[in-house]
Antibody, heavy 118, light 110 residues
Framework: EVQLLESGGGLVQPGGSLRLSCAPSGFTFSTYAVTWVRQAPGKGLEWVSTISGSGGSTYFADSVKGRFTISRDNSKNTLFLQMNSLRAEDTAVYYC???????????WGQGTMVTVSS | QSALTQPASVSGSPGQSITISCTETSSDVGTYNLVSWYQQHPGKAPKLMIYDVSKRPSGVSNRFSGSKSGNTASLTISGLQAEDESDYYCCSYAGSSTWVFGGGTKLTVL
């Protein structure tokens, strides 16, 4: 079964850091770009970041640029999102999603909750 | 501020058809015909329902269809069923490996 499993969420103080992980299964991980999408409580979906299959290219939403880093270890089938200088407005469920060649998100993880609060 | 505008809510009775619109307000977004639609039930992850404006992934009911005219994409659900009650989001590729989502539409089945 093709699936993604996120981990690493939790409660962090403003200005703090957190690293999220996403573990895929059921498909050749290195073949696909992968994307992080977040959803603040009661709000809509927001694209956060995308990384190419090789890891050589990364892209960020303006709201997180300079604070978040996306990376992947294809040898260990793992995707990461390093989040620094966290703000209250970063509070959200973070989903990782497999990105198709048609630039859609066809497989989603169950999400991991990040809460930024003092 | 989202570059894709969706109605906050739509409703319909079982068996009816409904259409959710998604209007592109940014010229950058409108350059690409790469619109996708996602269904999200409360507390669940989004599910891809339509990609490339009108293509359906394997396993998605043919009651779901997508189209685009000018700067407005649409998701139509025919033969409305109780399990279709959900939030629906449009998404468009915006160039330079960036994406934008619409604000979401809550579908109520009466």
């Amino acid at each position: 079964e093709v699936q993604l499993l996120e981990s690493g969420g939790g409660l962090v103080q403003p200005g703090g850091s957190l690293r999220l992980s996403c573990a895929p299964s059921g498909f050749t991980f290195s073949t696909y770009a992968v994307t992080w999408v977040r959803q603040a409580p009661g709000k809509g979906l927001e694209w956060v970041s995308t990384i190419s299959g090789s890891g050589g290219s990364t892209y960020f939403a303006d709201s997180v640029k300079g604070r978040f880093t996306i990376s992947r270890d294809n040898s260990k089938n793992t995707l990461f999102l390093q989040m620094n200088s966290l703000r209250a407005e970063d509070t959200a469920v973070y989903y990782c999603a497999k990105t198709t060649a048609d630039l859609a998100f066809d497989i989603w993880g169950q999400g991991t909750m990040v809460t930024v609060s003092s | 501020q989202s570059a894709l505008t969706q109605p906050a809510s739509v409703s319909g009775s079982p068996g009816q058809s409904i259409t959710i619109s998604c209007t592109e307000t940014s010229s950058d977004v409108g350059t690409y015909n790469l619109v996708s639609w996602y269904q999200q039930h409360p507390g669940k992850a989004p599910k891809l329902m339509i990609y490339d404006v009108s293509k359906r992934p394997s396993g998605v009911s043919n009651r779901f269809s997508g189209s685009k005219s000018g700067n407005t994409a649409s998701l139509t659900i025919s033969g409305l069923q109780a399990e279709d009650e959900s939030d629906y989001y449009c998404c468009s590729y915006a160039g330079s490996s960036t994406w934008v989502f619409g604000g979401g539409t809550k579908l109520t089945v009466l």
